[in-house]
């Protein structure tokens, strides 16, 4: 329907309505939802103590209302953030209401008028669809003017293809009931009769992720609708809703390196968030839940065609090992081997992570990990990626079925038994005849370099991105034989130069960033209940004499083989507080795990009862036998920490010791230009 075609119907005196707008010009349109039944809508916007007054409504049947002349302001938007600023977008806005309990619910008769009539309306003003917008409340509170595109409108069918016309096969029938079944965990509602649902119907995308609503991304200037699955994301400019894009198109079949603008970074970056979102509405998420370039797990999902996230990268509870659930695998590396990322469908299920790893994956379902369930075993067989729904019954032209979602196909099994896959089915007619138009404009991917990449961030740190520059990243798991190495896009992760290459930032003062926590203080307490009272006396400059038997009640011997090399280690043993003594043989473990002993060049001192040299009067941790210092040489006290790549740098270090609970003192920064205390690591958490 065009929009010439669109009947207005005008409600009382639309040219006299609303108010002046004191000379402003319409500088954007703005669409939001109203629940009420059509009648009362109306009735309530012309009250004269109405609480909002649109220019237009649009009830569900598709018939539009007018209310006030574009010409004049309505009312009841108020004042928002509109591209970085605080505007009253009553003065400057033509408001559409529609007849939908939110703007991700409309009817067909509405996408269809507003398919071409919103996008005139715009145009009316010298406006494009990027000034198309709908108001929302940010978690801040504040609000906020976001882009907007309607829902696409049904599409005209192929020649010779009736939509919907229900001429189909019994295996047919059973192919849409499965793919209703599929779209209904995280997809929203499948329709037939619309592109995106087309497509994927057509096309081999796996499950969808999370269902085609607003925001649209928007950028330059222009607006894409997109939908995200598992095996790729797809798009179209503006209105024009049956030429569907790939976002795998515009990638190419090898990425050696993320986008770092354009509309290809700008999907990638809104498939991570739409999925996220998708999977934080089933339960909160634990970890890091943005996509960036430069983690070790985003470049790799991206480069073995993985799909997006579907958890937050997090660390598990245990503290072994830090993962993150994409769509067609799961990446974790031991947390004592941080420069590595792991496949678990690549795994020795006879390893002892094995377990441990599936049972976070089934999280991403809500349902628990069962390694002897038929289904579970079957999609391990088939290679079918992470499970999104539990077994359920799903009854189809009278017959029952149970049926589970994972991310590459849905399996269903019927009265005989057999588990069976949904991508064997004939499609139906509406789906076969389906071919996406031809762009006026195919979109180009944007500009794209290449992106430094570093190891997998944690929850807790997101310091945990570092390893050393001559660092694998896919450290091949040592169960693995040669038969399990990943074909296809995963291959080509293995031997990718730009992964062998990857490193952590050489010059970055601000690198690695600050974890989540911070040190013991003597604030209320703290210090004192978790690590004892110390009495003390002063001896000479910062050094004391502790006078109680606090020493004999907290501190022990502990035994670190990788300090023996240290003459003042006495044989690799030094004293240190006994609630992170434990901690303490873990970490330099850690260290050495991950290929990073190297690094540490001496080791200057632990358990030192003074006090800090910035204040006599406050203890230092040294004195509560919680801190070390190494590298001292090179990371002098009241002065920056040496960076990544020079001679005494302990940066890389750091992310593990932030990981086991310990605050690096190059975190401080005394003077605001980087003057810190580098050497210096001190317990802080007990992990």
Known sequence: ?????????????????????????????????????????????????????????????????????????????????????????????????????????????????????????????????????????????????????????????????????????????????????????????????????????????????????????????????????????????????????????????????????????????????????????????EGKTEFRADWRFHFVALQAKLGPALSGNYVTADRAFALQVFAGDTLYTPMSQQSGCFFLSLTDPASPQYAQLWAETYKVAGVPYNPTDPFHQRALELKLGTPLSEVVRATIQGVTYEVQVFAYDTLYRGGDGVIRCMRDLPRPPEVLAWQPKPATSPVNAGHVVQTPVQPSATATSPATQSASASSQVIAADPASSPSQQPTGGMANVLTAPEVVRAGPPRRDPNWPPMPDFNILTDRNGQRERILGKIEWVRKSGDDITITNDWVAQNLIEVSIPQLVRFRNTNGGRIRFHRVAADQLRRLWQAWEDAGLLQLVLTFDGAWWPRTIRSNPTTLSNHAYGTAFDINAQWNAFYKPAAPVGDRGSVRELVPIANALGFFWGGHWNYDGRGASDGMHFEWAVAR
């Open 1 to 285: 329907m065009s929009s010439a075609e669109v009947q207005v119907i005008a409600v009382g005196r639309p040219d006299r309505a609303g108010k002046s707008r004191e000379g402003r010009p319409v500088a954007l349109v703005v669409a939001v939802a109203d629940a009420q039944h059509a009648a009362m809508a109306l009735d309530a916007y012309q009250s004269a103590d109405a609480a909002m007054l649109p220019h237009f409504y649009l009830d569900r049947d598709g018939t539009l209302h007018q209310l006030v002349a574009p010409v004049r302001a309505g009312h009841g938007l108020g004042r928002a953030i509109w591209r970085g600023r605080v505007h009253n977008l009553d003065r400057v806005a033509v408001i559409v209401s529609l007849a939908a309990p939110a703007l991700t619910d409309l009817s067909e008769a509405q996408a269809t008028v507003l398919a071409d009539w919103l996008p005139a309306v715009a145009a009316q003003h010298g406006l494009s669809l990027a000034d198309i917008g709908m108001l929302i409340t940010d978690a801040r509170g504040k609000r906020r003017v976001l882009p907007y595109l309607p829902l696409a409108a049904p599409v005209a069918p192929a020649e010779g293809v009736i939509l919907g016309s229900g001429v189909r096969s019994p295996e047919q029938e059973l192919w849409v009931g499965l793919a209703t079944v599929t779209w209904w965990q995280r997809g929203g509602q499948l329709r037939l009769n619309q592109a995106f649902s087309l497509h994927w119907g057509k096309f081999d995308l796996g499950a969808p992720l999370a269902p085609n609503e607003p925001p649209p991304v928007a950028l330059d200037g222009k607006t894409y609708n997109f939908q995200v699955f598992a095996r790729d994301t797809i798009f179209n400019e503006g209105t024009q809703y049956a030429a569907v894009q790939n976002l795998a198109n515009l990638l190419g079949p090898d990425i050696g390196a993320i986008p770092v603008g354009g509309v290809s970074r700008a999907l990638i970056e809104a498939s991570y968030r739409s999925a996220l979102k998708a999977s934080a509405a089933r339960a909160p998420l």
